[in-house]
């Protein structure tokens, strides 16, 4: 009963380096997030999406990149990392709003990344 | 637009002493109403939820919120807190125009005094 997994954990980025910030979920859900958490902000929606190939944009999707090819899998790519990329991003995802009586979000542990 | 207010930071009780934790919140229609917990180095776990009928409705940990529509306010609350609820707490809305997202509060860091 996994719910859902990030990987990696913890990462450190140089500035301009590149990489994908994997999520997977296992309940089957339509609906999968990617928010960044940072001190004081609370959680900011990066990019959401509502069934595969489908996405689109939330609060804040400069930097960002993302693809939902599958149902289960939703990673979020960034392109050349900045300093201001320095956050924990938390992968969520939920059931339909037709299902809204279960329609709670379900959070992965979160992957702390640095860019130095 | 849509928004969830947390006006409360930081939060100090004492162990065994009563909590409140504010929220309120901007949105058109009826809202979906959330609070999660998050320990530290930890995700996000749900507390309790509302989305229609009985106003005061109960969560995990002893922790239950009361859903006021005139005052837009969605308070959490707990009779007697323990060392382990020291934590930070978040509100949310989910929105239902549209797709159907989530909103958060900037969340309550409580700290609980032995």
């Known amino acids: 009963n996994a719910g859902v997994t990030q990987t990696p954990k913890f990462r450190i980025l140089k500035i301009g380096q590149s990489m994908t910030l994997q999520c997977a979920q296992d309940?089957?859900?339509?609906?999968m997030y990617w928010y960044r958490q940072d001190p004081g902000m609370g959680l900011k929606l990066i990019y959401y999406?509502?069934?595969?190939?489908?996405?689109d944009k939330g609060e804040v999707p400069n930097g960002y990149n993302v693809s939902r090819s599958t149902t289960e899998d939703f990673p979020l790519r960034l392109e050349l990392a900045a300093p201001s990329q320095t956050s924990v991003y938390f992968c969520?995802?939920?059931?339909?709003?037709?299902?809204?009586?279960?329609?709670?979000?379900?959070f992965g542990q979160g992957t702390r990344l640095t860019v130095v | 637009a849509q928004s969830v207010t947390q006006p409360d930071i930081h939060i100090t009780v004492s162990e065994g002493a009563s909590l409140e934790l504010r929220c309120n919140y901007s949105?058109?229609?009826?809202?979906?109403l959330f609070w999660y917990v998050q320990s530290p180095g930890q995700g996000l776990q749900l507390l309790l939820k509302?989305?229609?009928?009985?106003?005061l409705v109960q969560g995990i940990k002893g922790f239950e919120a009361e859903f006021k529509r005139s005052q837009s306010s969605f308070n959490l609350r707990k009779p007697s807190v323990h060392w382990s609820d020291a934590a930070e707490y978040f509100c949310?809305?989910?929105?239902?125009?549209?797709?159907?997202?989530?909103?958060f509060g900037t969340g309550t860091r409580l700290k609980v005094l032995a």
């Open positions: 999406s509502v069934g595969a190939g489908i996405t």
């Open positions: 969520a995802s939920s059931r339909p709003y037709r299902e809204r009586a279960k329609a709670e979000a379900f």
């Open positions: 309940m089957n859900h339509n609906y």
């Open positions: 949105y058109g229609a009826t809202p979906y």
């Open positions: 949310a809305v989910g929105t239902l125009s549209g797709t159907y997202k989530y909103i």
């Open positions: 509302y989305f229609s009928g009985d106003t």
